[in-house]
């Protein structure tokens, strides 16, 4: 059926982005397994009391293997990932339209059986035999997380860099409410969309933009301003997430969005190096971040005040220092 082709294209992808292999690590490990069972194999032959005169040379012989295989992973699948991203970049934009399709259908679907499940529990309504309602499906599937991770790698392109935003979005909206959802694959999705951004919403609040002032009053909700609507969903999702480490890659990602839509692409990432040398203290305070300050004056703005970067920073300060002391925020937003 459907989710049988969806399984086998996600395989694709996989294998192409990666060499051939769907998971490197999982590739690496495993042959570091075999070599080390092949010596554990030796050592009960020598314990049993077998001739050991050709364990150095054994050793040595897997140190050569170890070593060649080491090679192979970086430099060999290094070399077929790269034919295999040839392949597929010409057809990148017709493959995430149909993953953007494949999610919307989902997430009406699961949104139907929420309603369902909802009106059989209403008073007078009743489950025929008792039985419980099956789950919903995810949304996004681990290994469709994973696809879209290895697309956005090495995606550079603007126009695709804006669509795998949406995608990446949708899937860490999705994945948050899903317990099931590994937290690894949540934190390489929002890696991925630090770097995206810088792709895809670079000209977003360029000087000379339909929307050029530095501390404009925030975007109203709903707005169809890609950056917007990236810093509304991650205030939200700040707002559900428990998860320490997770909170603090979104506080991060809401500084490098609001620094693009204030600053600029041109502006947004030397800004946000330099200002890496500030405490996390002084950031989000007018008064000290003469950084920000300075590049709102070149722009025309000599007292803008207190903006949306701001506050990212003071959201940013106040999970890291929460995460410190291993404790959640009391402070979302």
């Known amino acids: 059926g459907a989710e049988e082709a969806v399984g086998i294209v996600t395989e694709i992808v996989l294998r192409l982005c990666h060499g051939g292999i769907t998971d490197p690590k999982k590739a690496k490990k495993a042959r570091r397994q075999y070599l ?25 012989e897997d140190g050569a293997a170890t070593a060649a295989a080491d090679g192979l992973v970086k430099g060999e699948l290094e070399e077929f990932a790269n034919h295999g991203i040839a392949l597929l970049r010409p057809h990148v934009n017709l493959l995430l339209r149909g993953f953007q399709t494949m999610i919307q259908h989902r997430a009406a679907q699961k949104a139907s059986q929420a309603g369902g499940a909802a009106k059989q529990g209403e008073p007078g309504q009743r489950r025929k035999g008792g039985a419980r309602p099956k789950a919903a499906a995810p949304v ?57 951004v810088f792709v895809g919403l670079a000209a977003v609040g360029a000087p000379g933009a339909a929307s050029s002032e530095v501390c404009a009053p925030a975007a109203a909700e709903g ?55 500030l405490p996390l203290s002084e950031r989000w305070r007018p008064d000290t971040n003469k950084l920000l300050a300075a590049r709102m004056q070149a722009r025309g703005h000599a007292d803008a005040g207190f903006c949306e970067l701001h506050v990212a920073h003071l959201v940013a300060a106040l999970n890291s220092l929460r995460r410190g002391g291993l404790k959640e925020p009391d402070v979302d937003e």
């Open 36 to 60: 080390d069972v092949r010596r554990e194999q030796r050592k009960r032959k020598r314990l049993e009391g077998d001739d050991g005169s050709d364990e150095a040379e054994s050793d040595e």
């Open 140 to 196: 996004v599937t681990s290994s469709e997380m994973s696809a879209l991770a290895a697309v956005a790698a090495w995606a550079t392109d603007p126009d695709v860099a804006k669509q795998l935003i949406d995608l990446l979005l949708t899937a860490v909206c999705e994945a948050v409410k899903d317990t099931r959802a590994p937290a690894d694959l949540l934190l390489l999705m929002v890696s991925s969309l630090r770097r995206l």
């Open 223 to 277: 707005s169809r301003d890609q950056a917007g609507h990236v810093a509304h969903q991650l205030g939200r999702l700040l707002g559900h997430t428990r998860d320490v480490v997770l909170r603090q890659q979104f506080s991060e990602l809401l500084v490098d969005v609001e620094a693009l839509r204030q600053l600029g692409g041109e502006a947004a990432r030397p800004y946000l190096d330099e200002v890496a040398a």
